[in-house]
């Protein structure tokens, strides 16, 4: 079984930063593609960050480049994305996805396996 587990959401003031975690079991790191998203209420989901070392891929959305990054540590099976100078529009529900039939930059319907999502809250 595969399983995605999302953490590190919470409250942080505007320009603050913040770090999600997405433990990963069951996957084989070297063949998924990994991102997260995020959906804010009346909002549709979109994503933030990919990864996929399959093919020495990492994208970013326009609106987080050069503010967020998106990391891995195998030996922990975790995904990271660690969030700086946050806006009142990055608050959301953020979900890590996992697939490793897709490429990166793949829609969030392309992607079957997610986590719970973590919810960031930004004051301003």
């Known amino acids: 079984d595969v399983q995605l587990q999302a953490s590190g959401g919470g409250l942080v003031q505007a320009g603050g930063s913040l770090r999600l975690s997405c433990a990963a079991s069951?996957?084989?790191?070297?063949?998924?593609?990994f991102a997260w998203f995020r959906q804010a209420p009346g909002k549709e989901r979109e994503g933030v960050a990919c990864?996929?070392?399959?093919?020495?891929?990492?994208r970013y959305a326009d609106s987080v480049k050069g503010r967020f990054t998106i990391s891995s540590d195998n030996a922990k099976n975790t995904v990271y994305l660690q969030m700086n100078g946050l806006k009142s529009e990055d608050a959301a529900v953020y979900y890590c996805?996992?697939?490793?039939?897709?490429?990166?930059?793949?829609?969030?319907?392309?992607?079957?396996?997610w986590g719970q999502g973590t919810l960031v809250t930004v004051s301003s």
């Open positions: 996805a996992a697939d490793g039939r897709i490429l990166c930059g793949s829609s969030a319907q392309g992607f079957d396996n």
């Open positions: 069951g996957f084989t790191f070297d063949r998924t593609v």
């Open positions: 990864w996929s070392k399959r093919d020495g891929i990492t």
